[in-house]
């Protein structure tokens, strides 16, 4: 069993993927990691999740490439969110959860327990289901708000990354000249491109989507389509969708999870999108991107 990280001073995963010490602890040798750029890929090794006796994933290795989209599709129930969530140890929040296996980013084991899951969830972000704008602020203060919790409150500086994430965001040309207007004043649409301006402020490596679109119209879930399609050139983009037509549009690579008579999920298939879509290697894929069931 893998134990939530000790609270206090934890080392975290910086930007570069190395580890940092606690205070007056000389710095260990750490495994060589790339500059420190957005897109690392993350490798999954044996990965179970676990809620209580209840194992909601079972054994998943894959590789996650830099600087793609990822689609994770399967039937309803086996695990995706789940193992999006273990991406960035999110699933250790819900009571009685656990994880074994490990997730790499940069050469670092997230779960190793000197690694602070909250400095890992500045890393490895999350954009969810619905469009959750803080309600009380504004949408600068939104924007800036993980960078005011990472120590930045220069307002020079502030004022720079908030439109530099808003126009990465596709978001800046709606809304430059109400800055000071609450978040929740914004169309469907339009706040959770403001929640994807927020995860993008303090620049991540990953950037995790669990349904992003799914309660959007489809002119909104057009543009959060050709959102993700822009951004994959700088970031690693994991995606969970039970959108088939939006995995074949998106997506780089496909896995595609099912369930077994445990009720575990677990993966089929992981492969190039297209294959996946056209010349599957496993007849249950192809029974359900067709449709069969699912």
Same mark, same amino acid.
């Given at each position: 069993m893998i134990e939530t990280a000790p609270v206090g001073d934890t080392p975290m995963i910086d930007p570069a993927g190395a580890p940092h010490p606690p205070p007056g602890m000389p710095r260990a040798?750490?495994?060589?990691?790339?500059a420190a750029s957005p897109g690392a890929g993350l490798d999954v090794r044996g990965l179970n999740a676990y809620y209580g006796t209840f194992r909601a994933i079972r054994d998943v290795t894959l590789r996650i490439p830099e600087r793609a989209v990822t689609a994770i599709i399967g039937p309803s129930g086996c695990g995706k969110s789940?193992?999006?969530?273990?991406? !960035?140890?999110?699933?250790?929040?819900?009571?009685?959860?656990?994880?074994?296996?490990?997730?790499?980013?940069?050469?670092?084991?997230?779960?190793?327990?000197?690694?602070?899951?909250?400095q890992l969830r500045r890393v490895v972000g999350m954009v969810f289901q619905r469009p959750n704008p803080f309600p009380t602020m504004s949408i600068f203060d939104n924007v800036a708000a993980g960078l005011r919790l990472t120590g930045h409150h220069s307002r020079q500086e502030l004022e720079a990354v908030v439109e530099q994430s808003l126009q990465r965001a596709a978001l800046w040309d709606e809304v430059k000249d109400k800055l000071k207007s609450n978040g929740t004043s914004l169309s469907g649409g339009q706040q959770q491109r403001l929640c994807i301006a927020r995860a993008l402020a303090v620049d991540p490596q990953v950037i995790l989507m669990d349904e992003p679109a799914s309660a959007l119209d489809? +002119?909104?879930?057009?543009? +959060?389509?050709?959102?993700?399609?822009?951004?994959?050139? !700088?970031?690693?983009i994991v995606i969970v969708t039970h959108n088939m037509q939006q995995a074949s549009r998106i997506s780089d690579r496909t896995a595609f999870f099912t369930m077994g008579e445990d009720r575990a999920g677990y993966l089929v298939e992981f492969n190039d999108t297209v294959k996946v879509f056209t010349n599957p290697v496993h007849q249950l894929t192809e029974d359900y991107v067709s449709g069969r069931f699912g």
């Open positions: 040798a750490a495994p060589a990691a790339p789940t193992f999006l969530r273990s991406l !960035n140890r999110m699933h250790e929040l819900a009571p009685d959860a656990r994880v074994t296996g490990s997730v790499e980013l940069l050469g670092v084991d997230v779960y190793d327990p000197a690694v602070d899951p909250v489809p +002119i909104a879930t057009l543009r +959060i389509e050709e959102l993700i399609s822009e951004l994959r050139a !700088n970031y690693t």
